[in-house]
Each structure stands twice: as structure tokens, then as C-alpha cells.
């Protein structure tokens, strides 16, 4: 992927954020659509279907029709695409877009180019035998650091070409996307990167994520995605309390509100820099990559609980999420991924960080602190971390205990609840804020 910062101006912008107000109403509706479905029910729309309902829609509805029928469409065929992913993506179902929160949409290239096949050859139609055109996003290079895009509706929409070198070259893209979120614009090339060369060295290398430590690799180094400094954390809150405070739909709010925006894209922008810089490392660097396997979804549900059964350590656990969610793991694996396409592998995680990298023995005692790992057994000693992420170099996650099968016709007893059980949060002493 390559993005790069907009930079609309004040009347590029309005038309953009109703563009985005309309992606976002009608990918909504999809959602609603489909999240009527029920087993017994005929099926929710298709993208064909739904294409021909935006039609009727856009005549209905005023402000929907005076608004980008391309741009209404993409939106129908990002969520098509969405829903056919959802058991590989990563993502799920798709689920509803918030104002502010997911503000974006998707313009098609207006460019029509005779496609090609893999050898050169010009693609034909198998039918008529015509050639194939394919679209093509139209953009031009101003100088070194500048370039622009056609957005429907904006003309031309400057950018800035951030990457140095081979990079700065304008992508040769289909489709792009724009988004907007912190005040800031971006515009997003779909565009795969060429994958990364293994180096050949038959080197695996494993990868444990924590809280504490971002990412321990099993050779011992431990690599730490950068943070908010502590200053920033207080300017943030500093923000939010000036806020909070000023009046309602005041200049004064949106200005303060405007400030904290800024301070959390300086943070989103260094965790991603972090994951793109620490992904193409691992890429260069090892021929194998194993990442034990999280559900980071599972891990950060909110304990909040319903108004009938209310959670337990609501702030807590919501803390915790906060700082699992600022690490990256998902964005650093997904990156490693496209990198060095078939060469990440996930470890099933059990007992990773109970288990004695040096004898295999799993015990819960063994782990004496949130750092310190002694193996109860034979003595050998070694940073929690370091000790999990070997585990994970090896690909053991340690042998779960054998469990009673049942024989032809019998029952399996219920197992008892395993006394070996992965350290939980509040007691292996991780700051929660
Ligand atoms: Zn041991």
C-alpha cells in the first residue's frame, strides 16, 4: 500500500466530506440489509441488486442523488468485497461506519487502458474477441515532492509524495481511497508490494507479543513500538479537560478538540512506521517468521458486561485493551504477511510463556514474575519474553494435557478446569494506566 497526506482545499474538502457522508450512509444501509438475514429468511441483496436499489434510492432521495453515483457504488462494492472476506480478512462481518470515526470512500479511475496479460500480450475478450480495457486512476507528478489527483467533483487534489527514492514514483493503481480522520486527509494506492527475498539462511526467528515488551524475538532482542511520551499523554488529557469544559457547538470546543485530533494522529502515525519499518526487518532478515497465534478481538472485548450483570474491573480491563490495541500486533503481523508472503506462520500460543524452552517442562511456578522466567525443573533461566518468543521459534506451544476419550458409546467426563493457565493481567503487575 502507498499513502500519501492530502492536501484538498477549504471547497475540495466540503465536497470530499459529503462524499464521505454519502460512502458511509449507503454502506450503512448494506449492513442493515444484510443484518436482517436470518437462516429461514431468502437471501440479503447482492452487489448487483443492491446497484440497481441505489438507482431507485438516488431518484428518491434528494440529497443521495445529488451526490457521486461512482462514489455511491464503490461504496456497495467495498462492502460486497468486505462481506466475501470476512472469514480471511481478519475483520468479520462487516460492521457499521461512524461519522468522524470511519470517514473515507473509494473513486475508481476515470482512465480507460488496454489491459494486458502476464506475457505482454494484449488481453482479448473470449467472446468477441475485443480488447479488454481496463480503468486507470488519473494523476500527474508536479515535481519531486507534489502531486495531484482527479477526485470526482474536486478536479485536481494536490499530494504529497512522502516516500523517498523508488517509492516517489506514482503508483500504477485501478482505484484509490481516500480518508479523512484526525483533521487529516489521506489518499491510499491499493497496490501490493513486490515481496520481500528471503535471505536464504534457513533462519527462523520467533515472535512474542506482550504489553510490556511490543515484540520479543526468540534471539533475544526486544523491539518496542514508540508510544505517546508521557508530556503528550498530559497535553491530551490537558485537551480533552479544556473541552469538555467550553461551551457547546463553541469555536473554542472544536479548536480543542482539533488539538487532541492532533496529538492521537502523531500517535497512530509512529505505530505505523514502527510496524512498516520492524515488518520489512524481519522480512530482510529471516527466512521463516512464526508470530504466536492471538485473538486480539477475544482479548480486548470490554468487561462493561450488560446494565443487568455489570462487568468487574470495568476501567481496568478497558485500560488494558487501550494499551494492547496502541501495540500494533495486528498491523505488524498483517504487514510481516505481505512482505514475505508464505513465510509467516502462526504458533497456537497455550502455554508459550509457561513452558521451559530449554526442557519442555510446563509449569505455572516457573514464570516468577512478568519478567523473570525460572524453569521449576531444571533451573534454566531466562527473560519471561525471551523464553516465550523461543517457544515460539520452535513452534511449541507446549502439549496440551492429554485429554480422556471416550470409548464407543460413552460419555467424556467433563475435564477438570487446567491448574496450568496463562498468567492473567492483574496479577502479573502490567501498569494499566
Ligand atoms: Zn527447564
Same mark, same amino acid.
Given at each position: 500500500m502507498s499513502r500519501f497526506r492530502m492536501y484538498p482545499t477549504r471547497e475540495q474538502e466540503e465536497q470530499m466530506l459529503l462524499h464521505c457522508a454519502h460512502a458511509r450512509y449507503v454502506w450503512n444501509l448494506a449492513v442493515e440489509q444484510h443484518s436482517h438475514w436470518r437462516r429461514w429468511r431468502k437471501s440479503a441483496p447482492g452487489f448487483a441488486e443492491q446497484c440497481r436499489q441505489l438507482t431507485e434510492a438516488r431518484r428518491e432521495n434528494e440529497w443521495l442523488g445529488a451526490g457521486n453515483a461512482d462514489v455511491q457504488q464503490q461504496a456497495l462494492k467495498d462492502f460486497a468485497k468486505a462481506k466475501n472476506a470476512r472469514f480471511t480478512s481478519g475483520f468479520g462481518e462487516p460492521t457499521w461506519r461512524k461519522k468522524f470515526r470511519h470517514e473515507g470512500f473509494r473513486v475508481i479511475g476515470t482512465d480507460r487502458v488496454p489491459e494486458c496479460n502476464e506475457d505482454g500480450t494484449p488481453k482479448l475478450n473470449a467472446k468477441?474477441?475485443?480488447?479488454?480495457?481496463?480503468?486507470?486512476?488519473?494523476?500527474?507528478?508536479?515535481?519531486r515532492r507534489w502531486a495531484q489527483v482527479k477526485v470526482p467533483g474536486c478536479g485536481w487534489v494536490r499530494f504529497r509524495l512522502s516516500a523517498k527514492g523508488k517509492s516517489a514514483v506514482l503508483p500504477d493503481a485501478k482505484t484509490f481511497r481516500v480518508t479523512f480522520r484526525y483533521g487529516q486527509w489521506h489518499i491510499?494506492?491499493?497496490?501490493?508490494?513486490?515481496?520481500?527475498? &528471503? $535471505?536464504g539462511t534457513g533462519e527462523v526467528i520467533g515472535i512474542d507479543r506482550g504489553v510490556k515488551i511490543t515484540a520479543a524475538l526468540s534471539d533475544g532482542r526486544t523491539l518496542n513500538c514508540p508510544q505517546l511520551t508521557t508530556r503528550e499523554r498530559a497535553q491530551i488529557r490537558k485537551h480533552e479537560r479544556r473541552a469538555a469544559r467550553a461551551k457547546k457547538s463553541s469555536p473554542e470546543k472544536a479548536a480543542e478538540y482539533a488539538k487532541v485530533a492532533r496529538l492521537k494522529a502523531r500517535e497512530a502515525d509512529r505505530r505505523k512506521d514502527w510496524c512498516e519499518k520492524t515488518s520489512t526487518m524481519l522480512a530482510r532478515t529471516y527466512d521463516l517468521i512464526r508470530f504466536e497465534k492471538l485473538n486480539i478481538k477475544n482479548m480486548t472485548r470490554s468487561a462493561k458486561g450488560t446494565v443487568e450483570q455489570p462487568g468487574?474491573?470495568?476501567a481496568q480491563k478497558s485500560g488494558l485493551n487501550r494499551a494492547i490495541l496502541a501495540q500494533g500486533w495486528g498491523l505488524l503481523r498483517q504487514r510481516a504477511e505481505r512482505? &514475505? $508472503?508464505?513465510?509467516?506462520?502462526?504458533?497456537?500460543?497455550?502455554?508459550?510463556?509457561?513452558?521451559?524452552?530449554a526442557c519442555g517442562w510446563i509449569d505455572k511456578n516457573s514464570r516468577k514474575s512478568q519478567a523473570e522466567f525460572v524453569c521449576s525443573s531444571c533451573g534454566f533461566t531466562c527473560n519471561a519474553d525471551t523464553n516465550a518468543a523461543t517457544n515460539v521459534a520452535a513452534g511449541?506451544?507446549?502439549i496440551p494435557r492429554p485429554r480422556r476419550t471416550a470409548g464407543a458409546g460413552g460419555t467424556t467426563p467433563p475435564t477438570q478446569r487446567s491448574s496450568v493457565r496463562e498468567p492473567q493481567p492483574t496479577w502479573v503487575g502490567i501498569p494499566l494506566f
Open positions: 468477441t474477441g475485443k480488447q479488454v480495457m481496463g480503468r486507470s486512476v488519473v494523476m500527474q507528478k508536479l515535481n491510499a494506492f491499493a497496490v501490493t508490494p513486490e515481496p520481500t527475498p &528471503a $535471505p468487574k474491573n470495568v512482505k &514475505a $508472503p508464505g513465510r509467516v506462520e502462526d504458533v497456537p500460543a497455550p502455554y508459550t510463556s509457561l513452558r521451559c524452552s511449541q506451544g507446549g
